[in-house]
């Protein structure tokens, strides 16, 4: 492959939507291969912001305002890395040449739980919880009663668990809905699943780059409403379930097609495997990659893109702890021990301006044996001031 030099005519180019904490090492690992980076997003010096070669800040639901800087810009990909974006926007760009990654019916589906879940379970044929989806609060009580308590409510369209619950009764149901209601994003339907009283669920990184598909070792993880807190990896698990875990992978990447990598979410229960959710990006659980693995998620999404070979060595245990805020501020100073900057354990501050209560910051990455008790104790000396 040729690689060129950022800021020239001839630059290969991305252009990142969404400009996090995932987007910043996106853009790290393209910058470590003279790829131009473009990070886009709706405030000012997102952490991706800060590593780019150049940035614009937008409402990224405009059709307008997203089409005038994908085509000011002409990059040579186009990697959403969040939900909130004008999708029709991304099908215009794709119609006029540009690449979306993966692709903009790939993201068309997955940003939106009704699209993903009828795809998957009623096209592909996979096995999930059952589901309806509703759009008032009458629905939703009969759609409770239909597949039964306890039951998980959430939006069709939020990221990172927002508006999500799990109602236990239908006491619980005027809460849920107003839950799922005041989430961002959009929350004029929601989808009412069956609780599946599994074992434990997954993230399964799986990465494509149009000639191969590859797995990262299963990833487990802690949520508290919906949000990640924990991961770590390897997740212990059966081989048969793990063969399984790989064919459902395999068979909705496929189904999605494109390049990148795949965050695929998936619940275990004995042997036996339900597909959850996929995003067609880094996900937020994978962040344990950048201590476990000699190519993190994000260099393999990177790799993928490129269509570059996708091997990597897993170095062995390890897991991440998401810190949150407990303060507000508009000028963040981070107090951190001297003792997580170790042989085996580093932060990662993401360099957002602004810290609310309950956003996440950082995060803390530890390996070796018992690497999640460690850092459930660990992240305690990572502090806001």
């Not at 308590?149 to 990172?160: E, F, G």
């Not at 693995?293 to 893109?305: D, K, N």
């Not at 995060?363 to 850092?375: Q, W």
Request: proline share 4%; aromatic share 8%; with cysteine.
């Amino acid at each position: 492959m040729t690689f060129t030099t950022p800021l020239k005519s001839n630059s290969v180019k991305i252009l990142l939507l969404g400009s996090g904490e995932l987007g910043k090492e996106v853009a790290i690992e393209a910058s470590r291969l003279g790829i131009e980076v473009v990070a886009v997003d709706s405030y000012e010096n997102a952490p991706a912001q800060l590593v780019a070669n150049s940035r614009h800040v937008i409402d990224m639901k405009n059709r307008d305002a997203l089409l005038e800087v994908i085509r000011r810009e002409n990059p040579t990909y186009i990697l959403p890395e969040i939900e909130a974006i004008n999708i029709d926007a991304l099908f215009e760009a794709e119609k006029e040449g540009f690449h979306v990654i993966p692709n903009a019916e790939a993201v068309n589906k997955t940003m939106n739980r009704k699209n993903i879940r009828v795809f998957a379970v009623e096209e592909l044929g996979l096995k999930a919880s059952r589901y309806r989806f509703v759009k008032s609060i009458d629905e939703l009580r009969d759609a409770a009663k239909e597949v039964g308590y306890p039951c998980v409510i959430k939006p069709v369209m939020s990221s990172s668990g927002h508006g999500q619950s799990i109602a236990k009764s239908e006491s619980d149901i005027e809460a849920s809905w107003e839950m799922a209601k005041e989430a961002r994003g959009d929350s004029s339907e929601l989808i009412v699943e069956e609780f599946v009283d599994f074992d434990y669920e997954i993230t399964l990184l799986t990465a494509r780059n149009g000639k191969e598909t590859i797995f990262c070792e299963p990833i487990g993880h802690i949520q508290k409403d919906g949000d990640y807190i924990f991961s770590w990896q390897p997740m212990k698990m059966s081989e048969t379930a793990k063969r399984k875990a790989q064919e459902i992978a395999k068979k909705i990447t496929d189904g999605l097609g494109g390049r990148g990598i795949f965050g695929v979410e998936l619940f275990i229960k004995g042997d036996e495997v339900y597909f959850s959710e996929v995003s067609p990006r880094p996900h937020d659980t994978g962040m344990v990659t950048m201590i476990t693995q000699s190519q993190s998620e994000f260099a393999l999404h990177v790799r993928a893109v490129l269509g570059l070979p996708l091997g990597f060595e897993f170095y062995g245990e390890g897991a991440s702890a998401a810190y949150k805020s407990d303060k507000e501020s508009v000028a963040p100073t981070f107090e951190v021990d001297d003792e997580l900057f170790d042989d085996e354990s580093f932060v990662r501050i993401f360099g957002k301006p602004v810290a609310h209560i309950g956003r996440r910051m950082a995060v803390l990455l530890v390996r070796g044996e018992n690497a999640l008790a460690r850092a459930k104790e660990m992240v305690k000396g990572i502090k806001v001031c």
